[in-house]
């Protein structure tokens, strides 16, 4: 049932303080309301439900790559990709306070997280990297319960929330760690709360499948190569029920509307067994 309040939350995945509030901030404004969720398919659900007006969706990272299961949840839900911004992840070693870096015994985090401070870890063989479901959680988490020998990798933002202290800053091993965030939001809050701003460059996404004979891909992506459009990234996904047959998820730079892209997707849907635009936005810095 739809909330009768006119403006709604916008969901993203983890505690107040993950990364992707940052990103909620900038895709929609410094003020915005969101709401936390357990799991990325939770969001899609809340988003389905009327419970938010939007979704802050993760979905490639520049050191772990792409997050796969956010792309079957663009497949499977019919939710616009209306803007894109990339965060630089920065990750931090925070404790309660008056824990001494000395007394670490174990460090929680998100598993992405610890693996992006490998080199940290190299050097500090006395503590123990711990999974946890979420980086601004595992603070909260060591926060609640009060670890006097336990630390948490997450942002700054996180430690300001729950009250922790920064031992160390910056602990990640490339500094050229930065996340793509998408922001869905439903057809009728697309319409309604369009992208502002003159944009002079625009990303489109799209979902397609192929007749697995040989070839074919070749000439599927030929559709945008001779009409000299960029493709920025290109990603398959498993076909369910169809084994060893894939969908394949490409963005490229262009607007539905430029006369080249119309020509080059009516080119491409003579090839397709099926095809879905999943968003056209202003392409993030």
């Known amino acids: 049932m739809k909330r009768s309040r006119q403006k709604l939350p916008v969901a993203f995945q983890g505690e107040r303080g993950a990364f992707s509030q940052e990103a909620a901030r900038r895709l929609v404004g410094p003020d915005v309301e969101v709401l936390p969720c357990l799991r990325f398919e939770d969001m899609f659900r809340r988003l389905e439900e009327g419970d938010v007006e939007g979704a802050i969706v993760p979905i490639e990272n520049t050191l772990a790559g792409s997050v796969h299961e956010n792309y079957d949840h663009l497949q499977n839900f019919n939710f616009p990709i209306v803007a894109e911004t990339s965060v630089r992840i920065v990750h931090n070693l925070i404790a309660a306070p008056g824990v001494p870096f000395s007394k670490l015994k174990r460090v929680f985090s998100h598993p992405v997280a610890l693996n992006q401070c490998l080199d940290f870890f190299l050097r500090n063989t006395g503590i123990e990297k711990t999974p946890f479901y979420d980086t601004a959680g595992s603070v909260k988490m060591i926060m609640e319960e009060n670890l006097r020998d336990a630390g948490a990798i997450a942002s700054s933002v996180a430690a ?7 031992l160390r800053r910056s602990i990640e091993d490339d500094r050229q760690n930065y996340t793509r965030f998408f922001l869905l939001r439903t057809p009728e809050y697309a319409a309604k709360y369009p992208v502002a701003g003159n944009h002079t460059t625009w990303k489109t996404t799209l979902v397609f499948t192929l007749r697995n004979v040989p070839g074919t891909l070749f000439r599927a992506l030929s559709a945008f190569a001779l009409r000299d459009l ?38 491409l849907r003579e090839l397709a067994d099926y095809m879905r635009i999943l968003g056209c936005y202003p392409k993030g810095a």
């Open 230 to 267: 960029n493709m920025a990234k290109i990603e398959s996904r498993p076909l369910r029920g169809k084994p060893w047959e894939y969908l394949f998820y490409l963005d490229f730079i262009g607007n539905v509307d430029d006369p080249n892209v119309v020509n080059a997707l009516d080119h």
């Open 160 to 166: 300001e929330i729950y009250g922790a202290r920064i």
